[in-house]
């Protein structure tokens, strides 16, 4: 499976626990840590750990397992890591403060739809 097929299905997983304003950034010109970071939100912390819980097991169905997820216990970001995409699921406030969209504002935004 390809990066972009896998963050086609991480979006996907993303929708089915109701993430609010995913964001894909394709980093793959600009940094050799992966190929495209995926930013999402959630309301409360259940939503987090649903939207992370629900990545690992659609991707785990397609034979993909995670290198790293950090952060599922506290729940106000919670970091998984697929190599060639990460994926950012935060709560509200914390996404507001740490703002990785402007840091990696270097990246191509990826509108949902086109993956």
């Known amino acids: 499976m390809n990066s972009k097929e896998m963050a086609k299905l991480v979006c996907s997983a993303l929708e089915e626990k109701k993430a609010e304003d995913i964001k894909v950034i394709n980093i793959a010109e600009v940094s050799v840590l ?18 992370a819980d629900n990545v690992e097991e659609t991707l785990g169905r ?3 397992n ?14 998984l890591d697929y190599g060639d995409v990460v994926i950012h699921v935060f709560d509200e406030e914390n996404r507001l403060f740490y703002d990785l969209e402007r840091i990696w504002r270097d990246g191509k935004s990826v509108a949902v739809e086109s993956l």
């Open 66 to 79: 995670p290198k790293q997820i950090e952060g599922y216990q506290t729940a106000n970001w919670v970091l």
């Open 62 to 64: 397609a034979g993909v």
């Open 34 to 51: 992966a190929d495209y970071f995926i930013i999402a939100s959630g309301t409360n912390r259940n939503q987090v750990q649903a939207m």
